[in-house]
């Protein structure tokens, strides 16, 4: 699985808002940051039209969702299929299980230059989810970056030996 390490520059982001900007750039050209791809079955079938069923309330689709749904799909030219939401989705949610080649990525927000701003911008943009608020001029908190990117990653530690001791030496001439 592919991850995303976004790195900003946490003087700027107050104003500039560039977390936002990417997001939504990423977002047009089919990547979802930090999101799980909808619960939605779509199966087609060869005739019978279109079977909707729903397993929670479906508030974000309007007062009617099986309408909304079967709108969306005409316009997919997808006449006879079978439709099974498990979760409360959007407009947006639908189109992109419909269309498939969305890529749902994990995304670690890394705000540098935090050393220029104030504690409470500071603190404001830690708080933020999946976020490491750094200082490479200072070596502030790179520590944590590095423990979040292992986590981020799944990286693993695997030792051949228990800590502390020496490695075994073969003598000369010794096999293996």
């Keep these: 699985m592919k991850q995303v390490l976004m790195v900003l520059d946490g003087g700027r982001e107050q104003v500039n ?11 047009t050209v089919g990547i979802r940051l930090n999101q799980q791809p909808p619960d939605i079955t779509i199966t087609k079938r060869a005739t019978g039209g ?8 479906l508030n974000h689709l309007g007062e009617n969702p099986e309408r909304t749904v079967q ?12 439709v099974l939401c498990r ?33 409470e911008d500071m603190d404001a ?26 986590n981020y990653l799944g990286l ?8 502390g001791m020496s490695l075994p030496m073969l003598r000369a001439g010794g096999r293996v």
């Design 71 to 82: 709108r969306i799909l005409q316009e997919y030219k997808m006449h006879n299929c079978d």
């Design 17 to 27: 808002n560039h977390r936002t900007i990417l997001e939504r750039e990423l977002e």
């Design 125 to 150: 943009l830690a708080r933020q989810a999946n976020s490491v608020v750094i200082s490479v001029h200072l070596e502030l908190n790179l520590d944590r970056l590095l423990a979040k990117l292992w």
């Design 50 to 57: 279109i079977k909707f069923n729903s397993t929670v309330p």
């Design 87 to 119: 979760e409360d989705v959007t407009t947006d949610q639908v189109i992109d299980v419909i269309e498939g080649n969305r890529k749902y990525m994990p995304c670690l927000y890394c705000y540098n230059k935090v050393d220029m701003i104030t504690i």
């Design 156 to 163: 693993v530690r695997i030792y051949t030996k228990p800590k």
